[in-house]
């Protein structure tokens, strides 16, 4: 935008001063109206790659038959298993059939050094059967619907780093500062 100047400096007497003010308001509205459709568009298209549809999964109450998105299920699950057990959940899938009715459900844990794989994978399979029953209202049958748990990682607790990052010592002390002993 280009405004005539005298040698002041000054608009010349023809530019009103409102005028100028809304030349500029003009040209900035143009400016930054295409920088809006292009902030528009951009957040438009990461919403489209966001909301995808996801599959559904029956469930069943006193008042007929619903059903749940397949990652509310999984949320939930994740939360319920990380409740009843140690072992961190890294990954929770769950299997439809085609009549929309949960065919099994898959997690991967990480379970706590030195503690016990198996009773670990027992309670995060109980809290599935216990979360599925609840969430949908349908109790898991064994014999149709699989719940595998997959040990997929051992992470440490309780680490010291004897104050220099990233020496750490996997093996906790025992009193007396001496590791315990693995059973």
Do not use: C, K
């Not at 000054?10 to 409102?18: F, G, I, L, V």
């Not at 951009?42 to 007929?64: K, M």
């Amino acid at each position: 935008m280009a405004v005539n100047r005298d040698p002041s400096g000054r608009p010349e007497d023809h530019d009103h001063p409102d005028e100028v003010v809304a030349r500029a308001a003009g040209t900035l509205r143009e400016i930054t109206d295409a920088g809006w459709v292009r902030a528009r568009e951009a957040v438009l298209e990461r919403v489209r790659r966001t909301l995808r549809p996801a599959p559904q999964v029956a469930g069943r109450h006193a008042d007929g038959r619903f059903t749940v998105a397949t990652p509310v299920l999984v949320d939930q699950l994740r939360r319920a298993v990380d409740g009843a057990t140690p072992a961190r959940v890294l990954d929770v899938q769950v299997d439809v059939g085609p009549d929309a009715e949960l065919d099994g459900v898959a997690l991967r844990l990480s379970v706590a050094y030195g503690s016990p794989i198996a009773p670990d994978a027992e309670a995060a399979r109980a809290a599935v059967l216990a979360e599925v029953e609840r969430t949908l209202g349908v109790p898991l049958e064994p014999t149709r619907v699989t719940v595998d748990v997959h040990i997929a990682d051992v992470h440490v607790t309780g680490i010291r780093s004897h104050g220099r990052p990233g020496h750490e010592d996997p093996t906790p002390e025992g009193p007396g500062g001496v590791p315990p002993a693995q059973p």
